[in-house]
C-alpha cells in the first residue's frame, strides 16, 4: 500500500526564516512525488514534482530514496507563502496525499 | 477555455437524503478523481476511473457512488449510507503521462 505522512500540522515562522516542510512516503514501487499548495479561497495548485527538479517560487525538493523522503525547503520565508501544503505520490494509477502541513510566516 | 468545473459551489442536504456532486471536464483526460477534504485529515480519495465505463473504490468509497458514462464527466452521489457527509469535495483529472487538474471544490453540509 502507499502512504504518505507530513508529520505537521502547523508550522509556524518569521518572514526572512529558512523552512522546512516534511514528507515522507512509503511504496513498493519507484514512486513519482508532488508538492501541492492551497491558498485561502483558491484551488488547490501543483507546485513541484520531482522528475522536473526545479524550483518554484524559491521552494526545492529532492527525492532521498534511502530515508523515503521528499521534504519542501525554501531558504528564506515570505508572508505570501502562507498557505497549506500537501505531499502527494502516484503509485498504481492514484494519486495519494498526505494530512498537509499549514505553513504560517509571520512579519 | 479548458478546465474542471465543479457544481454546485455549495450544496445543502438534509438527513437521509441522496444528492449529486457535478465534475465535468474538457480537457480530455482519460482519467479523474474525486477527493474528500477534511481539517487535519487532507485529501482522502474516494473513487476514481482511469477509463470510460471503468472506476475504482479509493480508501473511503463506502457511502458514495459514482458513474463513467462519458470522458468529460465523473459524478459523485453521496447516499444516506453516508455517516458523516459533511466537508469539502474536490474532483481531479489527469491525462495518461500523468499532472492532475483541480477543480474548485463544493462544499456539502447536511442539515
Known amino acids: 500500500a502507499q502512504r504518505v505522512t507530513q508529520p505537521e500540522k502547523l508550522l509556524s515562522v518569521f518572514k526572512g526564516a529558512p523552512v522546512e516542510l516534511k514528507c515522507n512516503y512509503s511504496y513498493s514501487g519507484s514512486p513519482e512525488l508532488f508538492w501541492y499548495v492551497q491558498y485561502s479561497r483558491q484551488r488547490l495548485q501543483l507546485l513541484l514534482r520531482h522528475i522536473s527538479r526545479e524550483s518554484i517560487k524559491g521552494f526545492t525538493a529532492d527525492l532521498n530514496k534511502g530515508e523515503t523522503s521528499f521534504h519542501l525547503k525554501k531558504p528564506f520565508a515570505q508572508e505570501e507563502d502562507s498557505a497549506m501544503y500537501y505531499c502527494a505520490l502516484v503509485g498504481f494509477q492514484k494519486l495519494v496525499f498526505g494530512t498537509g502541513t499549514r505553513l504560517l510566516v509571520s512579519p | 477555455d479548458g478546465g474542471i468545473t465543479q457544481s454546485p459551489k455549495y450544496l445543502f442536504r438534509k438527513e437521509g437524503q441522496n444528492v449529486t456532486l457535478s465534475c465535468e471536464q474538457n480537457?480530455?483526460?482519460?482519467?479523474m478523481y474525486w477527493y474528500r477534504q477534511d481539517p487535519g485529515q487532507g485529501l482522502r480519495l474516494i473513487y476514481y476511473?482511469?477509463?470510460?465505463?471503468?472506476?475504482q473504490k479509493g480508501d473511503i468509497a463506502e457511502g458514495y457512488s459514482v458513474s463513467r458514462e462519458k470522458k468529460e464527466s465523473f459524478p459523485l452521489t453521496v447516499t444516506s449510507a453516508q455517516k458523516n457527509p459533511t466537508a469539502f469535495y474536490l474532483c481531479?483529472?489527469?491525462?495518461?503521462?500523468?499532472?492532475?487538474?483541480f477543480g474548485s471544490g463544493t462544499r456539502l453540509t447536511v442539515v
Open positions: 480537457l480530455n483526460h482519460d482519467a
Open positions: 481531479a483529472s489527469s491525462p495518461r503521462e500523468g499532472g492532475y487538474t
Open positions: 476511473s482511469q477509463i470510460v465505463n471503468d472506476f
